[in-house]
Nanobody, 120 residues
Framework: VQLQASGGGLVQAGGSLRLSCAASGRTFSRYVMGWFRQSPGKERDIVAAINDYGSTDYADSVEGRFTISRDNAKNTVYLQMSSLMPEDTAVYYC???????????????WGQGTLVTVSS
């Protein structure tokens, strides 16, 4: 199984980016998919998650600015990020877990991370 994240880069504050994470090696229709992020010196925290039914959950810090979505036919999860702020700067990781309720301790598969840098 491989998760390939892409879409990171440098953007000015107020701008937008779209992250993608394409998975291969099996089907993931019963998996919850999520995005985590980690800034230097900080823990890896969950940003957003989406379950097999399309229900979503967001960290308070990104609610209303980020949107997570998934395409089960493509085994891909997306994170549309808008109104980006310098504090959103981090390495973003996609993660999949069988079932529900994903968190940093129960992830089954991690992507390699993609760097998002937001300049002020």
């Amino acid at each position: 199984v491989q998760l390939q994240a892409s879409g990171g880069g440098l953007v000015q504050a107020g701008g937008s980016l779209r992250l993608s994470c394409a998975a291969s090696g099996r089907t993931f229709s019963r998996y919850v998919m999520g995005w985590f992020r980690q800034s230097p010196g900080k823990e890896r925290d969950i940003v957003a998650a989406i379950n097999d039914y399309g229900s979503t959950d967001y960290a308070d810090s990104v609610e209303g600015r980020f949107t997570i979505s998934r395409d089960n036919a493509k085994n891909t999860v997306y994170l549309q990020m808008s109104s980006l702020m310098p504090e959103d700067t981090a390495v973003y990781y996609c993660a999949f877990k069988y079932g529900t309720n994903i968190n940093g301790a129960n992830v089954h598969y991690w992507g390699q991370g993609t760097l998002v840098t937001v300049s002020s």
